[in-house]
C-alpha cells in the first residue's frame, strides 16, 4: 500500500502564489514518476507536471514557466511551485506516482493516488 500525502492547497488571489507538496516512501518517489494533476468542477483529471527518474520534469504549456515540480529526496516530498496563479489554475490537485513508463495523458493508468487538496484562485 503506497500512501501519498498531499498538503498547501488553499485560497490565494490572482498573480500570488502557493506551493504544494506531496510526501510518500522514498522507494517510490525516486525510482516512479511522479505527477501533479488537476481536476476541475465537472472536468476530467489533468496533468499539469510529472517529474521522472527524479530529475526530468514535463509540464503542461498552460503552466510552463510558472510551475515547478521538485523533489526533496531528504524530506521524501514532492513539491509543486505554482507562481503567478490565475482563476483557470483552481481545482483539486493531486499527487500520482506510477512506475514507468507511465503517460500523462491517461490518469487512469497512474496506480498511485493522494487524496487531493484544494487551489482556488479568486480574481
Known amino acids: 500500500q503506497v500512501q501519498l500525502v498531499e498538503s498547501g492547497g488553499g485560497s490565494v488571489q490572482a498573480g500570488g502564489s502557493l506551493k504544494l507538496s506531496c510526501a510518500g516512501p522514498?522507494?517510490?518517489?525516486?525510482?516512479?514518476?511522479m505527477g501533479w494533476f488537476r481536476q476541475g468542477p465537472g472536468g476530467e483529471r489533468e496533468g499539469v507536471a510529472v517529474l521522472t527518474g527524479g530529475i526530468i520534469p514535463w509540464y503542461a504549456d498552460s503552466v510552463k514557466g510558472r510551475f515547478t515540480i521538485s523533489l526533496d529526496n531528504n524530506k521524501n516530498t514532492l513539491y509543486l511551485q505554482m507562481n503567478t496563479l490565475n482563476s483557470s489554475d483552481s481545482g483539486m490537485y493531486f499527487c500520482a506516482a506510477e512506475p514507468p513508463p507511465c503517460y500523462v495523458g491517461q490518469p487512469t493508468t497512474w496506480d498511485y493516488w493522494g487524496q487531493g487538496t484544494q487551489v482556488t484562485v479568486s480574481s
Open positions: 522514498q522507494y517510490i518517489l525516486s525510482t516512479a514518476c
